[in-house]
């Protein structure tokens, strides 16, 4: 069947397919719009499983846009701690921020007004209104491309933004205006259960409608684009205590990458010899100096090759940095880096 011929068809299969199967999952448990927004933003570029823990402790501790609005973007941030891209961590804040002040704790409910809030783009303004409000909205992600891509057997590169415009074009005719939170739910569900990139076609409830499969292309979709080679850069990390057992860190940038997180010294060099790093970048002596990691860890655009040590000094924290009681460092908001680097540090000085 030809789906442009037969949406009525399409929308009742995709719903009651969702509705029957769809996973139990904690957004998907209440209708606040609040709840649905962190939770958008935290599944961005995040798997599901690793979101929950994240999102049930987040609204335990800011479970009101008030409690978000008012908190420390330092405890916001040590709530965000491993989950990564922290920058949706500040601005879900500032954006909360501006719903309390502008707003009156409302969050709007249309897509102009929705959209002007910091942090908040097409697809996350799409899915808060469709799920949360009930407004036909489009809310198009990579799952949602891959599935369309497929159904209607479009062959336009998913890696080049204006592409979208075609797939949200698609949605707002497809779209099911009497229920429009189980239809965007229902193509999200599908395509992270049952069209993923190794599609399980003969699980797909809407199979009867695609092109693709009909066509046997079906793996061939999306099309997309290959990134750029990645930059690689080495990095040296020196977890350091002093005398008093107290440890040298500082806090990154307010802008930029990991932007307010705090980190041990670290250099970009490819040498490992932490005694003439130290001496050479901060003037410092260290000693003890005892290798605690390699290790790799990839960010989106960028890849840190990483080695960690830990030593010992008996001077002054070098300009920009400050040492910290263990406890202090415990409540510190930190990379995933620097919390591994961290806990095996404490076990190598036990």
């Excluded at 599901?48 to 999102?55: A, E, G, R, S």
């Excluded at 990579?142 to 336009?156: A, C, D, T």
Aim: glycine share 4%; with cysteine; hydrophobic share 40%.
């Amino acid at each position: 069947m030809q789906l442009i011929d037969h949406k009525e068809e399409f929308r009742k299969a995709l719903i009651e397919w969702y509705l029957r199967e769809k996973r139990d999952l904690p957004w998907r448990r209440t209708s606040n719009p609040y709840h649905i927004w962190v939770s958008e933003v935290m599944l961005q570029q995040t798997r599901v499983d690793t979101v929950i823990p994240y999102y049930e402790r987040f609204i335990s501790k800011f479970p009101t846009l008030t409690d978000l609005a008012q908190a420390k973007e330092e405890d916001v941030l040590k709530m965000w701690e491993g989950l990564g891209y922290y920058s949706r961590g500040r601005n879900l804040q500032a954006g909360v921020r501006e719903v309390v002040e502008m707003y009156g704790s409302e969050i709007p409910d249309t897509r102009q007004e929705i959209s002007k809030l910091k942090g908040v783009g097409p697809y996350t303004a799409g899915a808060v209104l469709s799920i949360a409000f009930g407004v036909p909205e489009h809310a198009v992600d990579g799952n949602v491309m891959r599935v369309i891509s497929r159904l209607l057997l479009i062959e336009e590169d998913i890696a080049i933004p204006k592409t979208k415009k075609i797939f949200e074009t698609v949605i707002m005719d497809l779209i099911d205006e009497d229920d429009p939170s189980s239809f965007n739910q229902g193509l999200m569900e599908l395509g992270a259960t049952i069209c993923t990139p190794n599609p399980k076609c003969l699980l797909c409830p809407v199979r009867d409608f695609c092109e693709a499969f009909h066509e046997g292309r079906q793996r061939e979709l999306p099309l997309k684009s290959k990134k750029m080679k990645m930059k690689t850069i080495p990095m040296q990390v020196c977890v350091i205590r002093n005398l008093q057992g107290e440890w040298l860190m500082k806090q990154r940038p307010a802008t930029g990458l990991l932007a307010n997180m705090w980190e041990f010294l670290m250099i970009e060099d490819v040498r490992n010899d932490i005694e003439v790093l130290m001496k050479d970048n901060y003037g410092m002596t260290v000693e003890r100096v005892r290798h605690l990691l390699d290790f790799k860890h990839i960010f989106s655009h960028l890849t840190w090759t990483i080695t960690s040590h830990v030593a010992v000094t008996d001077e002054r924290a070098p300009e920009g940095f400050e040492f910290f009681s263990s406890e202090q460092v415990e409540r510190l908001p930190k990379a995933v880096p620097m919390m591994k680097i961290w806990n095996e540090a404490q076990n190598k000085m036990q």
